[in-house]
């Protein structure tokens, strides 16, 4: 693992990250940016109604185009443009908070099976997870497997544990997890990784909440199955042009037919196609 020294990734940086699938950033955003982030998340999280679970407050951005703000900032999206080139839409974002004592499990993964139906290439993705709080094992920080982002082979199952945030996981032949390594933040640290590497992070059990922040990213090469997952997703232009004949949704204003289609579809997908860490 390695901590670039700023956003402006080194070609040892890129090479860490061409090899391994994965790279670790310090202070991502500036100070005063995170702190109205975390602020942000804080009140969506005190607004979470009954029953739904702090692990499954994703795509915020359909309901809350302030979240754009974060997005579309100039320096992240620089970082990024090292990795998918100069022409970005945002694929996703997720809250992903684990409370104290009873965070959810994420099993072993690769965010590519999810999007499969959403994105092609689905393993061009990039994402972000931004910790909102000091995440290592103690709390359930998220596991990788360094250079397993290249293409294998690999079979799904139901997932055993109860506690799971998905419904489906790798067959545990397809993890070597004695080569896994934790990813530690403090906050507004970050970790970036390919869609194809193999995580996952296990549940919390301890006195401390565990919370953070994904950002998705393709290039604009890649292309979004509109036809089939326009109604309860959408893809936002974030740099550059398009180049894949791509539909592109308002940034600037709530999407609340995605959030409402998006729930109606979950009681037929379930968790499958929401990835994480």
């Not at 699938?21 to 969506?44: M, N, V």
């Not at 579809?265 to 968790?271: E, G, K, L, Q, S």
Request: proline share 7%.
């Amino acid at each position: 693992m390695t901590i670039a020294a700023s956003r402006n990734l080194s070609e040892e940086d890129l090479s860490f990250f061409r090899g391994n699938g994965y790279l670790t950033l310090p202070e991502l955003l500036p100070p005063e940016k995170f702190d109205a982030l975390r602020e942000f998340f804080e009140r969506k999280l005190a607004a979470l109604p009954g029953g739904v679970r702090p692990e499954d407050m994703d795509v915020p951005h359909f309901s809350d185009p302030r979240l754009f703000e974060w997005l579309m900032d100039p320096g992240v999206l620089d970082m990024v443009e090292q990795l998918v080139g100069p022409d970005i839409a945002v694929f996703s974002s997720h809250f992903l908070c684990k409370p104290a004592g009873d965070g959810r499990s994420v099993p072993w993964h690769d965010d590519a099976y999810y999007w499969r139906e959403m994105i092609i290439p689905s393993v061009e993705a990039v994402t972000i997870w931004l910790a909102l709080d000091e995440v290592d094992e103690g709390n359930g920080c998220m596991k990788v497997v360094p250079g397993s982002h290249v293409p294998g082979e690999r079979r799904y199952r139901p997932t055993r544990g109860a506690d799971a945030v998905f419904d489906e996981e790798l067959d545990p032949e397809c993890v070597d997890e004695s080569r896994a390594v934790p990813i530690r933040l403090r906050r507004n640290e970050c970790s970036v990784h390919r869609a194809g590497l193999v995580h996952g992070s296990e549940a919390n059990r301890s006195d401390r909440r565990r919370a953070g922040f994904t950002m998705r990213y393709i290039s604009t090469a890649v292309r979004f199955n509109h036809e089939e997952v326009g109604e309860r997703h959408q893809i936002f232009l974030a740099r550059g042009r398009d180049r894949a004949g791509n539909v592109y949704a308002d940034p600037t204003v709530p999407h609340p037919e995605l959030v409402a289609n998006r729930a109606a579809a979950r009681n037929h997908v379930d968790r499958r196609r929401l990835g994480g860490g």
